[in-house]
């Protein structure tokens, strides 16, 4: 009783100060529906991941400009420096994003002789209505799937991401760095915590506000309105991480990982003393 109670709390205010401060926002516009396809997880090897998710995004995406390969470039997952063995990086995007964040760096690693391969997260890179059927699960499920992947292809693994691809991989590593010897983590402005009120109210209310914001969809590279299953994915992210980093303090057991972290002195959406 007392969980419902405090669900239910949280819905109340959440409900009052999305009223007051942005109100409620819909659209009917095909961007803002789902597919009735669902992205395509769980496929390997990731040739026949690629070629999965590009038929998948050649049918679903609403393409905003006339430059359709240009988008599609823009949003595919990658890879390069695929004659390397010796080291190997997998990069996750953030919420909202795509592989395209990842394009100088992954150039950059590659020309020094690393393997290096992102993915996308299922409910990106087609249109935003599609995030209105992800969930922090299926994010997981699918991060830990190309891991492991990876990891049977190269000697020395490394995983990271930015945004809510660095919670995935953190996240990941607690339970996968022994079984498969994971070398270090890779982190750009990992978003352990929000400083978006809303993001934590998101798994209350992702029913009730299904977009907490619609604006014209004008980035090839990313959305521009997000939903709320989207944000209340991200912030499960941070539920789980935080729980892991208190059970590890109270085990007295450190995820015992070299990182490379990469964070803005000031940044708008992430609170960047939660990173450290």
Same mark, same amino acid.
């Given at each position: %009783? ?42 390997? #090897? ?24 240009? !988008? ?26 795509? #592989? ?8 950059? %690693? ?17 249109? #935003? ?12 499920? !699918? ?10 292809? $190269? &000697? ?22 022994? !079984? ?29 506000? #299904?977009?907490?914001?619609? !604006?014209?969809? &004008? ?49 708008? $959406?992430? &609170? ?5």
């Amino acid at each position: %009783m007392p969980n419902f109670t405090v669900k239910a709390a949280h819905a109340c205010a959440a409900s009052l100060a999305l009223f007051l401060l942005s109100g409620c926002h819909s659209s009917h516009s095909s961007q803002f529906s789902a597919s009735a396809q669902a992205f395509p997880v769980g496929v390997q #090897p990731f040739d026949n991941y690629l070629n999965e998710v590009e038929r998948y995004l050649l049918e679903h995406r609403a393409f905003i400009s006339d430059d359709k390969a240009q !988008e599609m470039s823009m949003n595919m997952p990658f890879e390069c420096g695929t004659q390397y063995r010796n080291i190997g990086v997998l990069l996750v995007h953030g919420l909202g994003d795509s #592989p395209y964040f990842f394009r100088d760096v992954a150039n950059a %690693m590659c020309s020094e002789g690393i393997h290096v391969r992102t993915i996308l997260l299922p409910g990106h890179g087609s249109k #935003p209505g599609d995030m209105l059927n992800v969930s922090y699960q299926q994010w997981q499920t !699918e991060t830990n799937h190309h891991i492991r992947l990876f990891s049977e292809e $190269v &000697d020395n693994l490394y995983i990271g991401g930015f945004s809510t691809g660095a919670n995935l991989t953190t996240i990941a590593s607690f339970s996968m760095a022994e !079984e498969l010897d994971i070398k270090g983590l890779m982190h750009f402005s990992p978003a352990f915590k929000s400083r978006f009120f809303v993001s934590r109210l998101a798994p209350y209310i992702d029913s009730l506000f #299904p977009w907490p914001n619609v !604006e014209e969809e &004008d980035n090839p590279s990313r959305y521009n309105s997000t939903a709320m299953p989207g944000f209340a994915a991200y912030q499960e992210s941070v539920n789980v991480l935080q729980d892991l980093f208190s059970k590890s303090e109270k085990e007295k057991r450190a995820l015992n990982l070299p990182v490379l972290m990469v964070v803005a002195e000031k940044d708008s $959406v992430v &609170d960047t003393k939660k990173s450290s």
